[in-house]
């Protein structure tokens, strides 16, 4: 028995997929730059006496990461949306 979709289901299918591949693009941005974000920390140690300048770094490496983060939860928020045929 072959299951028949309807134009509605198999454009709300299609639109869960774009809207998921967006969302994945996105997780996979903000997966890279904490990868980055580790990766520019390994060079760096806090377990000496004067650490000030290396906590400073974390602590930029910190902020710039969740900049990045929530750049982009927005942009891939707002992209979402147009994925939706308006009509």
Do not use: C
């Not at 869960?16 to 890279?32: K, N, P, R, V, Y």
């Not at 806090?46 to 927005?74: A, F, G, H, P």
């Amino acid at each position: 028995m072959q299951i028949v979709m309807t134009h509605f289901l198999k454009s709300g299918a299609v639109l869960l997929m774009s809207a998921g591949e967006l969302a994945a693009a996105g997780w996979a941005l903000i997966a890279m730059a904490e990868v980055f974000a580790d990766f520019t920390m390994s060079g760096y140690r806090l377990d000496v006496r004067d650490n000030l300048t290396v906590r400073k770094m974390e602590t930029q490496v910190r902020v710039l990461r969740r900049v990045v983060s929530v750049i982009v939860v927005i942009v891939t928020g707002s992209i979402m949306p147009m994925t939706i045929p308006a009509g």
